[in-house]
């Protein structure tokens, strides 16, 4: 499998409670984060890491090991953030005005720069949020994860055309929001690169 939870997915599969609790303590951050990203709210992330590793139980037994335990884990988690995205809409209310600040991993030191990097952080949480769902999975596990288009595709139950036609509208969409009067221009790499 190769992500290191060989022996810990080996037992759980057949049973080993112990061993699951092991596999969802070395996998919850990364599900959470996937999650998060992919619904953009704390509190449907949270259902949806539930709904996930309640799958991920009761199909256990049925993993074969074809691919890591943690890319079967994105899939998962990315159709039960798209099941429970569907529901909430339609059971639209109006959200708290709650707002969680990302962490920048690597701040720049001149203040003016950490200032646009923060502008345009906050901007792109915002035009990845308003993303319809099926682009916003792609370009989540593209551009945040580094999955290739053939893993997006099997994540998504899509063709790989489908996932790099998606990738593309999504990318578009984010360059106009996060762009708005350089639509000719793309972004500076080390500017989305440090937003992200």
């Known amino acids: 499998m190769g992500d290191g939870l060989d022996e810990v997915v ?6 080993d409670r112990e061993a699951f609790a092991t596999l969802v303590r070395e996998t919850y951050d990364r599900t959470y984060t996937l999650a998060y990203r992919l619904t953009g709210s704390e509190e449907d992330a949270r259902d949806v890491v539930q709904d996930t590793y309640l799958r991920a ?62 502008d345009l952080r906050v901007t792109l949480e915002a035009a990845i949020a308003e993303l319809p769902p099926r682009l916003r999975a792609v370009v989540v596990l593209r551009d945040v994860y580094d999955l290739p288009h053939d893993a997006i595709a099997a ?11 998606r990738l593309h509208r999504a990318r ?18 080390q500017d989305v690169d440090r937003a992200m």
């Not at 994540?155 to 036609?165: C, D, M, P, S």
């Open 10 to 15: 080996a037992a759980a599969r057949h049973g």
């Open 57 to 118: 139980y009761r199909a256990l037994p049925g993993f074969r090991g074809e691919s890591q335990v943690t890319t079967w884990l994105y899939r998962i988690t990315a159709n039960c953030a798209a099941t429970h995205l569907g529901r909430r809409r339609r059971h639209l209310h109006e959200p708290l005005d709650l707002v969680a600040e990302a962490p920048d991993p690597a701040p720049a030191t001149d203040p003016a720069d950490r200032a646009v990097v923060a």
């Open 155 to 165: 994540e998504l139950g899509i063709t790989e055309t489908a996932a790099k036609v």
């Open 172 to 189: 578009r969409a984010l360059r106009a929001r996060c762009f708005p009067d350089r639509r000719d221009a793309p972004p500076r790499p």
